[in-house]
């Protein structure tokens, strides 16, 4: 009898862990405690009573009455209980069900976002790689115009310096010299003047042509103002060289140059200051004065020549 009790109290305790969860079971199990107890009550008088009287005793016949009353109350409280357990079991079975398939769809968002997140992101680093190589490209064409003449593609007066600096440097290193020659266009104004600033820069796009035409490899070609130009000559040995360098240019416009489609021709010639460093200036600015100098008086005793400083 005891060990029955025990056993009993065990799964009323088991049972009312589950009571927060199925809170209709507590009143259940309340009374199914006051009916075990009364049972086994019971129970406990029938068992005293028949090792008293013996088992034909007539008050035993109420006591098994009692425990029939009892045990049919005991069987309806287990069947309602077991009814509760059952419908909330399917409950717990729909609602586990529903969780999973919750927990199913927000892993499939989960792998959606990352999806969506890698393809931003490789999206993004395509753009930053594009917009990289723009800034650079962009970079790449600004300094190229910072350092070059718009009209003529040349070299500019910023990036002459740079470079004759360069040079001297080298000549220094190296007990070299450098050759500067200074032109200025003869008759490039007139042009202008006459037949308009379009016409002036055909002309002067036609002359840089034909100077290239006439330069070595190692000859640095810069524009430095609006008719003016200058060539950086390296590797030579003696004046002469240079001598021979300013006489093909000059005779480079021979030739009338063309203006436009009806062949209109006007004349052009080049004078040409030349000066040597070290020989004639011991910095650039110096070399680039006397060699300035030095096409001033060119123009100055006829024009379409050479004069060195």
Same mark, same amino acid.
């Given at each position: ?12 305790? =088991?049972? &009312? ?44 016949? $109420?006591?098994?009455?009692? *425990?029939? #009353? ?8 287990? *069947? ?14 729909? +609602? ?7 927990? &199913? %769809? +927000? ?46 593609? +040349?070299? %500019? ?19 070299? =010299?450098?050759?500067? /020659?200074? $032109? ?7 042009? %202008? ?19 290239? *035409?006439? +330069? ?6 810069? &524009? ?20 021979? /360098?300013?006489? &093909?240019?000059?005779? #480079? ?14 004349? $052009? ?5 030349? #000066? ?6 011991? !910095?650039?600015?110096?070399?680039? !004065?006397?060699?300035?100098?030095? $096409? ?7 024009? %379409? ?5």
């Amino acid at each position: 009898m005891l060990v029955a009790t025990i056993g009993w109290g065990m799964l009323l305790d =088991k049972l &009312r862990r589950h009571q927060s969860e199925i809170p209709q079971i507590a009143t259940i199990l309340d009374r199914l405690d006051d009916l075990i107890k009364k049972k086994f009550g019971v129970g406990r008088v029938s068992l005293q009573i028949q090792l008293s009287a013996g088992s034909y005793a007539p008050h035993l016949r $109420m006591a098994t009455n009692d *425990n029939k #009353a009892l045990m049919d109350k005991i069987r309806m409280e287990i *069947n309602s209980l077991e009814l509760i357990m059952e419908n909330e079991g399917d409950k717990i079975d729909e +609602l586990l069900d529903e969780t999973l398939k919750q927990l &199913r %769809n +927000l892993a499939l968002w989960i792998v959606f976002i990352m999806c969506m997140i890698l393809v931003v992101n490789y999206k993004r680093t395509v753009w930053l790689f594009e917009h990289a190589t723009t800034n650079e490209e962009l970079a790449e064409k600004f300094s190229h115009l910072a350092l070059h003449d718009a009209l003529t593609k +040349l070299p %500019n007066r910023r990036s002459f310096e740079q470079y004759l600096k360069k040079a001297i440097l080298q000549a220094n290193r190296y007990q070299v =010299k450098v050759g500067l /020659l200074y $032109m200025d266009m003869d008759g490039f104004k007139l042009i %202008n003047d006459k037949y308009g600033h379009a016409k002036g820069d055909k002309a002067l796009i036609e002359a840089v042509s034909r100077i290239n *035409n006439t +330069l070595r490899d190692s000859d640095f070609f810069a &524009r430095v103002g609006g008719d003016e130009f200058v060539i950086v000559a390296n590797h030579f040995s003696e004046q002469s060289d240079l001598q021979i /360098l300013a006489e &093909r240019v000059i005779s #480079a416009f021979n030739q009338p140059i063309s203006l436009d489609e009806r062949d209109t021709q006007v004349p $052009m010639g080049v004078s040409i200051g030349i #000066a040597i460093y070290p020989d004639n200036a011991k !910095s650039q600015k110096s070399l680039m !004065s006397n060699a300035d100098k030095a $096409m001033y008086a060119a123009k100055s005793s006829g024009k %379409n020549q050479a004069v060195f400083y």
